[in-house]
Nanobody, 115 residues
Framework: QVQLVESGGGLVQAGGSLRLSCVAS????????MGWYRQAPGKQRELVAT???????TYADSVKGRFTISRDNAKFTVYLQMNSLKPEDTAVYYC?????????WGQGTQVTVSS
């Protein structure tokens, strides 16, 4: 059993910053890719950023240059540093991890950006 717990969400003004964290616990042997997704009201869940076990990063075009994904393998943690936030970044943010071929999701953390 693997659990993911996100934290760091909240309310911020446009132009501000937040740092999300996602800590994995449970039966973890090795983590492959880790990622962040988001879902705004009335919209489908979308990819925000991913990072492989080798450190290769990918970003949605809408967040390139503003968001940075990183990971601490010793702490089983993935981070999302979000700068220059915009109202359109408002969503529930979810982390996920691959352990082998199994995919696990966190419960989500709300990010609200006011204009």
């Amino acid at each position: 059993q693997v659990q993911l717990v996100e934290s760091g969400g909240g309310l911020v003004q446009a132009g501000g910053s937040l740092r999300l964290s996602c800590v994995a616990s449970g039966s973890i042997f090795s983590i492959n890719a880790m990622g962040w997704y988001r879902q705004a009201p009335g919209k489908q869940r979308e990819l925000v950023a991913t990072i492989t076990s080798g450190g290769r990063r990918t970003y949605a075009d809408s967040v390139k240059g503003r968001f940075t994904i990183s990971r601490d393998n010793a702490k089983f943690t993935v981070y999302l540093q979000m700068n220059s936030l915009k109202p359109e970044d408002t969503a529930v943010y979810y982390c996920n991890i691959y352990i082998g071929s199994s995919l696990y999701w966190g419960q989500g953390t709300q990010v609200t950006v006011s204009s």
